[in-house]
């Protein structure tokens, strides 16, 4: 994390607004060390940068409109976005022709909560180059999940899902609600971080337990979960940081635990507005505020076989616009989403468009784990199927990967200095910002969730009709717990990603890679887009971000 007392500093004033909690990584919000969102710095990097952002970026508001990604300014006209989402197909398609040396495929990102605009797209401006060189043309789906932006929606603008005319003069009620709730609360969000502190103390036993599970699972499906290389690490300064910061936990606690809730539901409304805007949803055919495109007229089935009207966010449209096209529909198509990003992988999977997904990655899902076993699991099952007719994915078998924090780092994820209650994102949702009816209603990307539900997915059995079991088409990698290296030019080097040592690091054109997540955040900072990182077989980076 870069400048943690900025960080600080952040979250003390988001506290005092109102948006106490959320956790801020480096990759979260665009820090000083970072280039921030409307400064000359970053100007400078948009203008530089023009063509290769409108080629690669989709960025979408907080409707589910498609936003220009260079201001962040809604689009003139239906026609403009059409044509921004044709130049987008037609680059796809040129770069499948120039492709050379195996099959050329398209990687589609999606990001999680948390992140700011311009760290979304700084992300994609660092590796988009990298992706490309290993084959894949990229797409980054860059959606509105600021925690300011999310809760400020929850005071000023949505009740009850909907946009309202009158939000903006009962915030005030809302807002001293959210505060009552908190004092009211404050036993309660004790109790469950103190429950949770307690059962994430024992780490010998956690780790005791997570080598049992390995090998539980690795009996009846070889190499179906990896747990990387790791040389542990000391957890001295973090029970120290712990221990110090207690008494001001007492105070951050309560308000964490409630207060931050409206900003995860305005996220999760905004993963549904990617596909479905409020103008989908209408109350009357002749809503004046609604400019419905032509084109998204049509039915497309689902994955359950029923025929729902075509949505009118600026992802669905998107992804219907490369399904149009004969040539790009054809192109292979590898989906990765990181924390909530994951949830928008697993509705995309389930629009049943005619798309060939040759890879689908989770990286610590913040979905739940019914999900999983009601979308995923599923749609590679149908993937499997001898017969092509009857065949989802256009009879190709897709391959699945889930990656995971150690359940040491997801339990004790230290977050503004230590100052809000301990334990990763996930562990929030599950513990606070939700109330799980069962564990199927936990969090997928957490590793102590999904051990339990891995013997839920069916085996193949006698059924002749399918290519192969499930399982052998899955794979579960978990990030020990070690120091955070970053990889040297020469490392790098080592997984065909190649970069001149002078263009690397800090200060750089391409920012640190590295080799393991220690933090829920990390997972971007990975070269996330190759295979050896999804099945935990990369080499271990050795060196320190210069």
């Known amino acids: 994390m870069q400048n943690k007392f900025y960080l600080l500093g952040y979250i003390a004033l988001f506290f005092l607004s109102g948006c106490t909690g959320l956790p801020l990584n480096s990759n979260d919000y665009p820090v000083p060390k970072e280039i921030s969102k409307g400064t000359k710095e970053y100007n400078d990097m948009i203008k530089k940068h023009e063509k290769e952002i409108k080629n690669h970026v989709i960025a979408i508001g907080r409707d589910g409109d498609l936003r220009s990604p260079l201001t962040g300014k809604e689009m003139p006209s239906s026609q403009y976005e059409d044509d921004y989402f044709i130049n987008i197909v037609e680059n796809i398609k040129e770069y499948v022709r120039k492709k050379t040396g195996g099959a050329p495929e398209l990687l589609i990102y999606i990001h999680g909560g948390l992140n700011s605009e311009g760290g979304a797209l700084q992300r994609a401006l660092n590796n988009y180059q990298l992706i490309k060189n290993s084959g894949k043309y990229p797409i980054f789906i860059n959606w509105r999940s600021g925690p300011a932006t999310t809760y400020l929606a929850h005071l000023w603008r949505i009740?009850?899902?909907?946009?309202?005319?009158?939000?903006?003069?009962?915030?005030?009620?809302?807002?001293?609600?959210?505060?009552?709730?908190?004092?009211?609360?404050?036993?309660?969000?004790?109790?469950?971080?103190?429950?949770?502190?307690?059962?994430?103390?024992?780490?010998?036993?956690?780790?005791?337990?997570?080598?049992?599970?390995?090998?539980?699972?690795?009996?009846?499906?070889?190499?179906?979960?990896?747990?990387?290389?790791g040389k542990g690490r000391s957890n001295f300064f973090r029970h120290l940081q712990w221990a110090a910061t207690s008494p001001f936990k007492i105070v951050t606690t309560p308000f964490t635990y409630t207060m931050s809730k409206p900003a995860w539901d305005i996220m999760l409304r905004r993963t549904n507005t990617l596909f479905y805007t409020p103008c989908d949803l209408k109350k009357t055919p002749k809503d004046s505020h609604c400019d419905i495109s032509p084109e998204m007229e049509g039915n497309e089935k689902s994955s359950a076989g029923i025929e729902l009207k075509s949505g009118n966010g600026a992802l669905y449209r998107f992804l219907s616009a490369l399904e149009q096209d004969d040539e790009a529909s054809k192109v292979k198509i590898t989906l990765i989403g990181h924390s909530m990003g994951a949830i928008v992988v697993n509705d995309i999977i389930n629009l049943g468009l005619n798309?060939?997904?040759?890879?689908?990655?989770?990286?610590?899902?913040?979905?739940?784990?019914?999900?999983?076993?009601?979308?995923?699991?599923?749609?590679?099952?149908?993937?499997?199927?001898?017969?092509?007719?009857?065949?989802?994915?256009?009879?190709?078998?897709?391959?699945?990967?889930?990656?995971?924090?150690?359940?040491?780092?997801?339990?004790?994820?230290?977050?503004?200095?230590?100052?809000?209650?301990?334990?990763?994102?996930?562990?929030?949702?599950?513990?606070?910002?939700?109330?799980?009816?069962?564990?199927?209603?936990?969090?997928?990307?957490?590793?102590?969730?999904?051990?339990?539900?891995?013997?839920?997915?069916?085996?193949?059995?006698?059924?002749?009709?399918?290519?192969?079991?499930?399982?052998?088409?899955?794979?579960?990698?978990?990030?020990?717990?070690?120091?955070?290296?970053?990889?040297?030019?020469?490392?790098?080097?080592?997984?065909?990603?190649?970069?001149?040592?002078?263009?690397?690091?800090?200060?750089?054109?391409?920012?640190?890679?590295?080799?393991?997540?220690?933090?829920?955040?990390?997972?971007g900072d990975l070269p996330f887009w190759l295979q050896e990182v999804w099945e935990g077989s990369h080499p271990t980076a050795q060196g320190v971000c210069k």
């Open 159 to 229: 009740r009850q899902g909907e946009k309202s005319d009158t939000a903006l003069m009962t915030s005030p009620v809302y807002l001293a609600t959210d505060v009552g709730k908190s004092i009211i609360n404050a036993p309660k969000a004790w109790l469950v971080s103190g429950e949770h502190l307690i059962r994430s103390l024992n780490k010998d036993k956690i780790t005791t337990d997570l080598d049992s599970q390995i090998k539980f699972h690795n009996d009846s499906h070889p190499d179906l979960v990896t747990l990387t290389e």
């Open 355 to 523: 798309l060939t997904y040759k890879n689908i990655v989770h990286m610590a899902s913040a979905d739940s784990i019914e999900n999983f076993l009601n979308k995923v699991v599923p749609y590679i099952d149908c993937s499997l199927e001898k017969n092509k007719e009857s065949a989802c994915n256009n009879g190709v078998p897709v391959k699945f990967y889930s990656l995971y924090l150690h359940p040491d780092n997801e339990n004790r994820e230290v977050s503004a200095e230590g100052f809000t209650p301990s334990g990763s994102l996930l562990t929030w949702i599950d513990g606070m910002f939700t109330i799980p009816k069962t564990v199927l209603d936990k969090r997928s990307g957490r590793w102590d969730n999904m051990t339990r539900a891995i013997e839920l997915i069916p085996p193949v059995g006698e059924r002749s009709e399918k290519q192969n079991d499930i399982k052998e088409q899955m794979s579960f990698t978990i990030f020990n717990t070690e120091e955070r290296k970053a990889y040297s030019p020469d490392g790098l080097s080592k997984l065909g990603i190649n970069i001149a040592p002078q263009d690397y690091g800090k200060n750089g054109k391409v920012k640190c890679l590295y080799s393991t997540a220690q933090k829920h955040g990390d997972f």
